[in-house]
């Protein structure tokens, strides 16, 4: 998965630019520059690749999610609705406009179960935001329906499933709005930065807006711009952009090579009888970040990490043990651990998560394996990891 692997000459060329201007800012120095616009090209280029409208380029992909949460107008009370297996940025996005979370259940797609989400909805829901875990999507087809029915945004947070797509289009252009983090162990990095797209003119308006103070970036030199509201700092250096202006190149030659260590590894474990894989919706394809399965219990699961690493295959998590993906062990959002108040809106409106059902998910990440597929690895590698994972598994 991680983009740092194959870092080239072509990343120190376009960091070599921007040091030769001295120019690490993203906006304005005009005449200092030489031409250099580094986060602009990222942010071309992601239109590009991804059929899109607008690409808005901020500092982490927590960000993008918080922008692009902010650019649609969600704010204090508002409830978004998000999946119990993610990572912590989707609350913390959520939490930090004064917004509510709302978990919900996953299903065999390892995202956001749409009969779940269904149930959710109440009159102050105003987002449904499916998390691309691990590589691979939500069933958009049936939250898009959703989302029409009940006049809700649709936000993608494609952060970990950069380059798959589903029926034909690109992972984070098929909603509202959608998000990427270029995260220092994401496809595709840039150490720290990330990425909101849209097709939508005022979201993109208020999104560079927002992450920027406000400032309406009219004009030459940051001469005359003005405010037309409240915003934060959510910019990205132009060093860190220009590690993204190589990496984006080679978007499609990463998921080749990961495409290929996955199917050598999947069609070891086909035939392993205690093996099953998770479900990808009908015209999707994945960006094989992840080798994602099921063993039959939680028992064997757990069981099936221990010996894999024990037999030196690194890189396979049991998320539902682990603190930093599944709800079970994020006792900062269920215990409330927080500096300062919260707002009285999210104090009332969060769920009690002692007492709600989450036992579907429970279901499907109890008995999950997860295992990380790496650009670096010869073919070799692969063969003797695979043959060492099919020993393993064969033997719980
Ligand atoms: C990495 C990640 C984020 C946050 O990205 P950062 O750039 O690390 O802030 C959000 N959502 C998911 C699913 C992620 O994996």
Known sequence: ???????????KKHIQDVMNSGVLMRYGFDAMRQGHWKTKELEEALCQRMHIGYAHV???????????????????????????????????SILALGAVPVLVDVDDTLTLDPQ?????????????????????????DALQHICRKHRLLLLEDACQAIG????????????????????????ITCGEG???????????????KYSDHGHDHIGND???????????????????????CAQIKRLD?????????????????????????????????ENYSFLNFFLPTEEMARKAQKALSNAGVDGCFYWYDNNWHYYRKWKHLTEHKFLGKLPEEVLNGLQNFTKTDFSQSDHWVGRNISCLIKLGWSEDEVQLRAQKMVEVLKSL
Do not use: W
């Not at 204090?76 to 119990?84: H, L, N, S």
């Not at 798959?164 to 959608?178: E, Q, R």
């Not at 990330?194 to 560079?208: D, K």
């Open 253 to 285: 030659e990463f998921i080749s090579i990961q495409k290929k260590n996955y199917s050598i590894l999947r069609e070891a474990l086909s035939p392993v009888e205690d093996v099953t894989f998770r479900r990808v919706p009908e015209g999707g394809e």
């Open 58 to 92: 901020v500092s982490s992909g927590t960000a993008a999610l918080t922008v692009a949460l902010a650019s649609a107008g969600v704010g204090a009370g508002d409830e978004v609705i998000m999946p119990t297996f993610t990572f912590v940025a989707s609350f913390e």
């Open 194 to 208: 990330g990425a909101l797209i849209t097709n939508n003119n005022e979201y993109y308006e208020n999104g560079h």
């Open 164 to 187: 798959g797509s589903y029926k034909g289009k690109p992972l984070g252009s098929i909603g509202d709005l959608g998000c990427f983090s270029f995260d220092y162990v994401k496809t």
């Open 222 to 244: 940051r001469g005359a711009e003005e405010h037309p509201f409240l915003g934060y700092n959510f910019r990205i250096s132009e060093l860190n952009a220009a590690v993204g």
């Open 1 to 11: 998965m991680p983009g740092f692997e194959l870092f080239g000459e072509t990343e």
């Open 116 to 140: 779940a989400v269904e149930n959710a909805v109440t009159t102050k829901t105003k987002v449904v935001m499916p998390v691309h875990m691990c590589g691979s999507m939500a069933d958009l």
